[in-house]
């Protein structure tokens, strides 16, 4: 057997040389910088989120003044290089207002979230485990959620007084609902993958299997929920405030300045303009959140570079 020796390459024949490189290659991101640059709606969200906590914490230090100082030689001043926003009819600052009332909003839009997400979360796992009692728990939730949150909360505040307490009581039990169906549904998914059978043919208890197979999926959806959450809680507390259900008129909120400003509204309109373009962007902050969290968190959406 001869071995097939390779032709002879000719002396005078050219070889063309490399090309160079036209474009750069581009560098792949990775860590923190990769994450925001996929997701721009969290950069987003996270940074006029962050902005506002940081207006919220450092308040004093704003060059603010006592935001319930009554006086009334100020009374409803315009905007000016004195008083940034102006004052109101009682002759308080507008602008210290704003910025104290974002320590109410930002204080009730987390801790509804937080609160509704633990008790939904509870009531979502127990439902979808437990036959037996998932017909009853339904029916009660379906009976929630066929009134409107903001109608709901109304009807609670009024068994009550106005404090930020009541208040974050009120919008969290009108909110669990919305949590609990959402995580009954990813319970029951769940709980017919094959992983979850294994685990009961092998003898685990159905506790162990809630908190080391059920639980750590319901993570995902259930932090996105939580964040339209917080959104509508800021929502509805300025609505409660504004139209005297919710905080006490002599705390700052921006529901609460909105509603002091509505009697002014055609002659001095920053009173009520202020306030609501906070509220809008920190809701605006929230919501971008959340829908870069349903980005990053939902393979089936997920962008590559």
Not at 9 to 37: E, H, N
Not at 190 to 198: G, I, K, N, S, T
Not at 208 to 216: K, Q, T, V, Y
Request: net charge positive; with cysteine.
């Amino acid at each position: 057997m001869t071995v097939q020796q390779p032709l002879p390459v000719p002396a005078d024949l050219a070889v063309a040389p490399d090309l160079p490189d036209v474009l750069a290659p581009r560098r792949k991101l990775t860590g923190f910088t990769g994450f925001l640059r996929k997701n721009p709606s969290i950069a987003i969200g996270g940074i006029l989120l962050a902005i506002m906590f940081f207006i919220a914490i450092f308040a004093p230090l704003l060059w603010t003044v006592d935001p319930t100082a009554i006086s009334t030689a100020r009374r409803t001043r315009v905007p000016s290089e004195l008083y940034w926003f102006g004052t109101d009819m009682l002759g308080r600052d507008i602008y210290s207002r704003v910025v104290y009332g974002a320590r109410v909003s930002l204080m009730v839009g987390f801790s509804v979230a937080l609160l509704a997400s633990v008790a939904g979360l509870a009531i979502g796992l127990f439902s979808g485990f437990v036959r037996v009692a998932d017909g009853i728990i339904m029916r009660v939730i379906d009976g929630m959620m066929s009134i409107p949150p903001i109608l709901l909360a109304i009807a609670l505040m009024a068994l009550t007084r106005g404090s930020i307490q009541n208040v974050i009581i009120a919008i969290t039990i009108a909110e669990i609902p919305r949590v609990a169906r959402l995580v009954r549904g990813v319970v029951l998914s769940l709980r017919e993958q094959p992983y979850v059978d294994a685990a009961i043919a092998a003898g685990t208890r159905t506790p162990m299997i809630i908190f080391r197979h059920i639980l750590p999926n319901t993570m995902a959806p259930m932090s996105v929920q939580a964040t339209y959450i917080c959104a509508s809680a800021m929502i509805v507390e300025a609505i409660l405030s504004f139209i005297g259900a919710g905080i006490p008129p002599a705390t700052p909120s921006w529901g609460n300045i909105m509603a002091e400003g509505r009697a002014l509204w055609q002659v001095r309109p920053h009173i009520i303009l202020f306030p609501a373009i906070f509220l809008s962007l920190t809701v605006l902050a929230v919501n971008l959140l959340g829908d870069g969290l349903r980005d990053a968190l939902d393979p089936r959406m997920a962008k590559s570079l």
